[in-house]
């Protein structure tokens, strides 16, 4: 069995999560420990942790945060262990009360503020985020560690727990499957590597032959080729 996280050092936390190759879930699957680590001139003060999902007809990180809040939870203390800081806030957008009211559960206790936000687009970007939660502005070819703050979506705390926990690798993440010809629209838990073609069988094929199959959702997305 793994020890305790909390008995272990943050560089031990690290090599864990490293050794899984976890990579951000938010879409941009940049590697987290490199956030993990800021330089000695860039101190961290606050974790924020992503549970907006703006992009239109996307529910996958919903629905992590109603099936696995504890899982959440841990995973942003780690994180903050890691980072050797205090303030943890979690972002949600008004239109998911059940997940905002779920998140606070998990967190009573914790000292991990879950604060609800008014629904505007693209708040889940970074830089709005961090604006929305800390008042604080990062400079336009800045990043986040410039104001003291890291930035981490949802999936990620949970694979970082995931990981951390049970030395479990990233090899699978919810993914949305929806849109007017699929015939089960939904979350599916899909191994990394699976093709779209498959994920559409696995969500019950489509009625109708779509006119165009989009990766990513329909903002920020991009049509796909082939499947």
């Not at 905002?100 to 505007?120: D, F, H, P, S, Y």
Request: with cysteine; hydrophobic share 45%; glycine share 12%.
């Amino acid at each position: 069995p793994l020890p305790d996280w909390r008995d272990c050092d943050p560089a031990d936390l690290k090599q864990r999560i490293t050794a899984a190759g976890i990579v951000g879930m938010g879409g941009a699957a940049f590697p987290t420990v490199v956030k993990l680590s800021p330089p000695p001139s860039k101190p961290v003060s606050v974790l924020i942790l992503n549970g907006v999902e703006c992009e239109p007809c996307l529910t996958a990180d919903h629905r992590l945060m109603l099936e696995a809040p504890e899982k959440i939870v841990t995973g942003a203390l780690i994180i903050a262990r890691i980072l050797g800081i205090n303030a943890v806030h979690i972002g949600i957008e008004l239109n998911k009360p059940d997940a905002i009211e779920t998140m606070q559960r998990a967190a009573k206790g914790t000292g991990i503020n879950v604060q609800g936000l008014r629904v505007r687009y693209p708040q889940g970007a970074e830089k709005q985020l961090i604006y929305a939660l800390t008042g604080r502005r990062v400079p336009t070819s800045g990043l986040p560690m410039d104001v003291g703050a890291v930035v981490q979506n949802v999936g990620t705390a949970l694979a970082v727990a995931e990981a951390v926990l049970e030395g479990k690798p990233l090899y699978e993440r919810v993914t949305t499957v929806t849109g007017t010809p699929v015939a089960a629209p939904g979350n599916w838990r899909f191994r990394l590597g699976t093709s779209y073609a498959k994920a559409l069988e696995l969500a019950g094929g489509v009625r109708t032959n779509p006119a165009k199959i989009i990766s990513g959702g329909p903002m920020m997305g991009f049509a796909v080729y082939s499947l």
